[in-house]
């Protein structure tokens, strides 16, 4: 198993993006997402975990939604009100929290002003 993101791209400032994780096999367990910008250290954006209880960042608060989609075995990051500091390479990862022994290989965010 492994887990395998699309989404993301490119968008203004105010815009909006889907990121997804096809996760079969994990899907259960604790999964997250996180983001590394050029030049900064590796952060936490969201995650949700077994008993579906998610947390967020202060900066993407009101701003972005994690779920899972059980029939699709995916994990998604709903993303709106895009600002230029969200530009940068994200993360899914699972099982389990605070560790994740698992991860995707990373899809770009770019928003532009």
């Known amino acids: 198993g492994q887990l395998v993101q699309s989404g993301g791209g490119s968008v203004q400032a105010g815009g909006s993006l889907r990121l997804s994780c096809a996760a079969s096999g994990y899907i259960s367990c604790d999964m997250a997402w996180f983001r590394q910008a050029p030049g900064k250290e590796r952060e936490m954006v969201s995650s949700?975990?077994?008993?579906?209880?998610?947390t967020y960042a202060d900066s993407v608060k009101g701003r972005f939604t994690i779920s899972r989609d059980n029939a699709k075995n995916a994990l998604i990051l709903q993303m709106t009100s895009l600002k230029t500091e969200d530009t940068a390479v994200y993360y899914c990862?699972?099982?389990?929290?605070?560790?994740?022994?698992?991860w995707g290989l990373g899809t770009q965010v770019t928003v532009s002003s």
């Open positions: 990862a699972a099982c389990n929290a605070p560790t994740y022994a698992y």
């Open positions: 949700i975990n077994w008993a579906d209880t998610t």
